[in-house]
């Protein structure tokens, strides 16, 4: 068993998935919109409701678009102002990621990114998997005062990144929390900590909830090229939540 208790942060993208999250033990949410594009900035009117329903810490993700991670001036502009109204707001913490064209972390602009941040604490999400040397970009992380980096090691998963993720963790030492996340399930927790022996973690537990629609049109989609069943949405599992702590509260 762990001598430590172990963190669990939940992606979310909803009220629910928020009160979910929270009854199954979860330490705080990353609270996103377009998790099908791995995530993006979430209205203000769902942040507000998020945080009226629970108690846990709420981290928000500062993000214009899908794709990559390299922006212009106008989506700067949109980042920067967007940080404002969420701290304004009372965010318990922020999530960004910005690179060069190079697969560089972008040190001027996270850096005037993270001073509009503070006092909050700050996250640095999966572009950093999209850099060209991991352990390089850590210490530039490092260098600018980031409290946190969600990495699955430079792989689609944990489980395949899992030897960079034990690298970069120690690399980090108490310098910086390297949080894994990607593909962590149920049945893969435990070689994932036991393997990396990350303090923290994340995922989001999601489970397919029936639509309530009686009349369904199977003929159209409401998305584009990629898109998610039409009468399913995903929502946190308290249940799946719970389970995973239960795995990290035994794991080596």
């Known amino acids: 068993m762990a001598t430590f208790k172990r963190k669990m942060e939940v992606c979310i993208d909803c009220v629910q998935s928020a009160i979910n999250a929270e009854a199954g ?14 995530g993006t900035t979430p209205s203000l009117g ?3 409701l998020v945080k009226k329903h629970i108690s846990i810490g709420v981290y928000v993700m500062i993000r214009p678009r899908g794709a990559d991670f390299c922006y212009n001036e106008l989506e700067l502009e949109v980042m920067r102002e967007e940080i404002r109204i969420f701290k304004e ?22 850096s005037e990114l993270v001073a509009l941040c503070r006092p909050l604490p700050v996250t640095f999400h999966r ?12 210490e530039v992380l490092i260098s600018l005062g980031i409290e946190r980096v969600l990495t699955s090691g430079g792989e689609s998963t944990c489980l395949e990144g899992l030897p960079m993720l034990a690298r ?21 927790l435990d070689r ?5 022996k990350a303090k923290e973690f994340h995922g989001s537990c999601r489970s397919g909830m ?4 009686t009349f369904r049109n199977t003929s159209i989609s409401m998305g584009a090229a990629l898109h998610p069943a039409e009468f399913v949405s995903k929502v946190t599992d308290e249940r799946r939540v719970a ?6 509260r035994y794991a080596c």
């Open 168 to 188: 970069l963790i120690e690399q980090a030492g108490d310098r910086i929390i390297v949080v894994p996340g990607g593909g962590i399930s149920e049945k893969n």
């Open 25 to 38: 033990g979860a330490s705080r949410v990353e609270l996103c919109a377009n998790l099908m594009e791995g």
């Open 192 to 196: 994932i900590l036991s393997g990396s």
């Open 46 to 48: 769902l942040f507000r």
């Open 210 to 213: 029936p639509s309530k629609m």
């Open 243 to 248: 389970a995973m702590l239960d795995v990290a």
């Open 127 to 138: 572009a950093f998997d999209m850099t060209v040397d991991l352990p390089q970009a850590l």
């Open 89 to 110: 707001a009372g965010a318990d913490g922020i999530v960004l990621g910005l690179l060069t064209p190079d697969g560089q972390v972008d040190v001027e602009y996270t």
